[in-house]
């Protein structure tokens, strides 16, 4: 086997020097009963260019070259060639956990470089170094709140991406932790302040709103601060689109913040992995779940990095930590470190505008195709937007994709009231001649009723 | 150059060895402390639709600045990263027995096929119809999982170890429930890893130590005593955090399954079982793998990892949505009708990327191949021991499997601890193994070396503890002080917590 280093001599030679007649006295403690004498049933070893054929041939079985409006809290952007080269250094790909901070300066300097970053741009105290993904970061920092305020109960708002809904709810089950919810503005998409007002009481733990939220609509986060605030509830703001942070004001209203850093250059990768990140004010700092990287000195005086108050962890704390959580997103951290760094301070601004330009323009578009219409108004947008069209998206999606163009997804499936609504997603990489091949096919579609 | 302290200062610092402090690939500074405005690294092509007013568009909600963002050139950017990774010990760089994370090679073409378009550029949302190929490939890991283990049915939604100990727990859970009783204790011996009561906890079970026995495995009569009915589990890692595999496996199911308790494995250690023996033969109810330790995925730093969770059949309708089916017509898709579910754990379908190179790596060995690791895997940590026990402590002197736990009991009398010997194993060029884990042995070495590793590396680890015990006892000051050969040594980790400095921030002017 190509990637085991030893010569049959030299198992032979190290079986003597252990004292073995063979390898099956080193497995002596399993039970006969159990020990498995045949092989197991899964494929023969295959040489390194048939693992490539069978590869790229299953690839081929996911369509390529598809031009998406794909969104919904997985975001196709650009991502610069130098992540994949910086990522693929082995020092980078093949160290851990950087628990011995003299040989893990590199990964420790670069995660709180990231820390850095992401609390720049959430307008948060502290970012931490990241979390499985944005779903489960959001029911980390609900549980977190729960931590901080003693309350028991938490809101949660309709325009949270469903799936992440979904996940709060399996997370908070056995919590004792009713999770109630509030509807949006029909109009607006915005969540019903009036109903959110009425929901939040002072058994409240926390108020989650997603910002841009589901349907791509901006939040009024400091209305939304203010009442959850008046009754001592702490806001937590999801974020699924992190390119909306170039352009958009960040939350710093919230309490804490929970993001999927997807969008800053990690590959789209059929749902994972990406990179979730819990940020928040300073003062909750103690509560606040998963790895930290903090400065200090070394004997001499130099400055270095450490993991840090790791005493809330589940390693010293067992049953009394702050969360399960242990391996994070660390590489893919990275990845959005080094995107963030290409970008830099002026180049996120223009990125996140060519993506409010192009989702502009892409539902001035599509919304004055004949059948066509945007399902809310009087609230700004990112890069993403709702579309009602007279015939259901099963009518028009084969032919889309007959275009090789992936449409807007369906929202009949979380929300029934939207009818034929689909969320469509025009990120800087879409481009004007698609958005308008994309207008004509449901143009011509609409035609053909 | 906005931080005082000593390394941004490169005056000439001139050591009495000759080493030159100020070396410029020893000082990288922060991105923020290296950021000069106007410096760009991107170039965006010309916007082909009209220009949008911020302001118009989004009013209150416009952001002024993304503050502190850095603005350097692309080469600067290389340069800074490349120049970190240089600080950071690896896989690629030589041995790496952190005892428990199976830090084993991590081999370049699962990376190369992880990146192949039609996989990389998947969305999660396409139709089922444009998604044939990453399905195929979920499948086909399935299948290759569920052989591995002997289990029946899995899931790989779970993003990571301690994710998926969450959603075994959670099956249990609601099985329990749709039995009539959810329970309430789970049980957990002291050798175990944190994130087992952790989990515990999550699910809302209390925890319920279980004290080892004297040979460091599971006492059985102890447990015949603790299990009762409202045990809902043992969660049990096994071959255990000692490297020893639980011979009694079967007995310990039994007096489980007598009193309606599961047997959870915390696969952990799987590295020592491939192919050699299946979990789901030896009694286990639900289990989970870890990808990024058994089967090769890079540890990247920390992550990420992909925490598959393999059951038996009676667990299955509680796996979290949605669960992948394939038509008679071969056609896959996801279904979402799951009454008795446990919910989902994670948005869309689990860390697809680390699937395909699990599965890569997996074709790869082949059930040659697999078995063969394993065996090399236990012959690799047999011969350290072999090589080790005349100078360091062995606290349990049950046969080693994939990993060997040591004591630092001879050293500590000398005042060095497992830490100083760890620490000083780095100037030896390798990096160190687990440090006073598990908690069951006093001052623990846990020392994993993977099937990964040569009889030559293997001897020059072995050559350097060795050394190192010599040192202990010549001149023990040397160890203690170690290591010597890095670029920082021994930080403070007490000013670190004391005073948390967590970002960056300007120097007030």
């Not at chain 1, 089950?173 to 509030?182: E, H, T």
């Not at chain 2, 030896?428 to 440090?435: D, I, L, M, N, S």
């Amino acid at each position: 086997m190509r990637y085991l280093p030893k010569s049959p001599a030299e198992r032979q030679k190290m079986l003597s020097e252990i004292g073995a007649q063979s390898i099956d006295d080193l497995f002596a403690t399993i039970p006969a009963e159990y020990r498995l004498e045949r092989d197991l049933r899964i494929p023969r070893q295959l040489a390194e260019s048939e693992i490539l054929d069978y590869f790229h041939r299953v690839a081929r079985r996911n369509s390529v070259g598809y031009h998406s409006f794909l969104g919904a809290g997985a975001y196709r952007h650009y991502r610069p060639v130098i992540i994949d080269s910086l990522v693929q250094r082995g020092e980078f790909l093949t160290s851990y956990t950087p628990y011995q901070a003299e040989i893990t300066q590199g990964t420790l300097q670069a995660i709180f470089e990231f820390q850095t970053m992401i609390a720049e741009l959430t307008g948060m105290d502290v970012a931490n170094a990241s979390m499985y993904d944005g779903s489960t970061g959001a029911a980390e920092a609900v549980m977190m709140a729960v931590r901080v305020t003693g309350r028991h109960k938490a809101i949660v708002a309709t325009t949270v991406h469903p799936e992440y809904r979904e996940v709060l709810a399996t997370y908070t089950k056995y919590q004792g932790l009713p999770v109630s919810l509030v509807a949006y503005d029909r109009q607006t998409a915005r969540i019903d302040l009036k109903a959110l007002d009425a929901a939040v009481t002072d058994e409240t733990a926390a108020v989650l709103v997603q910002s841009p939220n589901f349907f791509g609509v901006i939040e009024d986060i400091p209305a939304i601060a203010q009442i959850a605030h008046a009754k001592g509830a702490l806001l937590i703001v999801a974020i699924t689109e992190a390119v909306s942070l170039g352009i958009v004001r960040p939350p710093v209203e919230a309490d804490i913040v929970a993001m999927e850093a997807q969008s800053f250059g990690v590959a789209i990768s059929y749902g994972g992995p990406y990179c979730g990140v819990i940020a928040a004010k300073e003062q909750y700092l103690r509560q606040m779940p998963g790895r930290l990287a903090g400065q200090t000195v070394d004997r001499d005086g130099y400055r270095g990095f450490v993991l840090t108050l790791a005493t809330r962890e589940q390693h010293i704390r067992r049953e009394k930590a702050t969360s399960n959580i242990c391996t994070n997103q660390a590489l893919v951290a990275l990845m959005a470190t080094i995107f963030l760094t290409v970008y830099g301070k002026e180049g996120m601004r223009e990125l996140a505008l060519h993506n409010l330009a192009k989702a502009d323009y892409a539902a001035r578009t599509l919304s004055a195709q004949p059948g066509a219409r945007l399902v809310f108004n009087g609230a700004p947008r990112f890069n993403e937007f709702v579309l009602h069209t007279d015939e259901p998206p099963d009518f028009w999606t084969p032919r889309l994709l007959d275009a090789n163009i992936a449409g807007g997804v369906p929202l009949r499936r979380w929300y029934p009231e939207l009818g034929n609504a689909t969320l469509w997603c025009a990120t800087e990489v879409v481009t004007r001649a698609q958005i308008e091949i994309a207008a004509k096919v449901i143009s011509a579609a609409s035609a053909e009723v | 150059m906005a931080s005082d302290t000593k390394n941004l200062n490169p005056a000439s610092d001139c050591r009495a060895n000759g080493k030159v402090r100020s070396h410029q690939t020893q000082n990288e500074a922060l991105l923020f402390e290296k950021s000069s405005p106007g410096k760009r690294a991107y170039k965006m092509p010309p916007l082909d639709v009209p220009e949008v007013d911020p302001a118009a568009l989004l009013g209150e909600a416009c952001r002024e600045s993304t503050g502190l963002l850095p603005e350097l050139s692309e080469i600067e950017i290389i340069r800074h990263f490349t120049r970190l990774s240089t600080w950071n010990y690896a896989i690629d760089l030589g041995m790496y027995p952190l005892g428990s994370c199976t830090m084993k090679y991590n081999p370049r073409v699962n990376e190369v096929v992880a990146r192949i378009a039609g996989f990389a550029e998947a969305h999660p949302y396409r139709p089922n119809s444009h998604a044939q190929g990453a399905m195929e490939i979920i499948e086909l890991l399935q299948k290759c999982l569920l052989e591995i283990t002997g289990m029946d049915a899995i899931t790989l939604q779970p993003a990571a170890g301690a994710h998926g100990e969450f959603t075994g727990i959670l099956l249990t859970r609601a099985w329990h429930e749709s039995q009539g009783n959810p329970r309430r204790t789970v049980l957990i011996p002291d050798s175990a890893h944190g994130t087992n009561p952790a989990t515990a906890a999550t699910c809302g079970y209390s925890v319920e130590n279980l004290k080892s026995s004297a040979d460091g495995g599971i006492d059985l009569e102890a447990l015949a005593r603790q299990v009762n009915e409202e045990t809902a589990a043992l969660m049990l890692t096994n071959p255990s955090t000692l490297g020893v595999f639980e011979s009694q496996i079967h007995k310990i199911a039994d007096i489980l399954h007598s009193k309606g308790a599961l047997l959870y494995m915390d696969g952990a250690n799987m590295n020592a079982l491939v192919g050699k023996v299946r979990p789901g033969d030896f009694g286990v109810d639900v289990m989970h793998l870890n990808l990024h330790k058994t089967f090769s995925t890079p540890h990247g730093g920390g992550g990420p990892g992909s925490g598959p969770v393999a059951c038996k059949a009676f667990l299955e309708p509680f796996l979290p949505i949605p669960v992948l089916v394939r038509e008679e017509d071969g056609t896959r898709h996801w279904n979402y009708d799951r009454p008795h579910s446990v919910g989902r754990v994670r948005a869309f379908y689990g860390n697809t990327g680390m699937f395909i190179r699990a599965l890569a790596y997996i074709l790869a060995n082949g059930p040659d191949g697999l078995r063969q690791t394993t065996e090399d895997a236990v012959l690799n940590a047999n011969y350290i021991r072999k090589k080790l026990e005349d100078l360091y402590e062995l606290p349990y002197n049950t046969p080693s499997m994939h990993e060997v736990v040591f004591s630092d009991k001879r050293q500590a009398a000398m005042g060095v601890k497992t830490g100083d010997i760890a620490k000083r194993l780095i100037d030896y060029g390798f990096h160190p193994y687990t440090v006073s884990f598990p908690m069951i042995v006093s001052g623990a070495l846990m020392i994993e070396p993977t099937e990964s590793e040569s009889l030559e590396e293997l001897d020059l680890f072995i050559a350097a503890m060795r050394s190192i015990a010599r040192e202990v006892e010549e001149t023990p000051e040397l160890v203690k002080t170690a290591p010597h050969s890095t670029r920082v040594s021994r930080l403070d980790e007490v000013q670190a917590a004391r005073k948390p400095i967590l970002r960056w921030k300007p120097a007030a002017s």
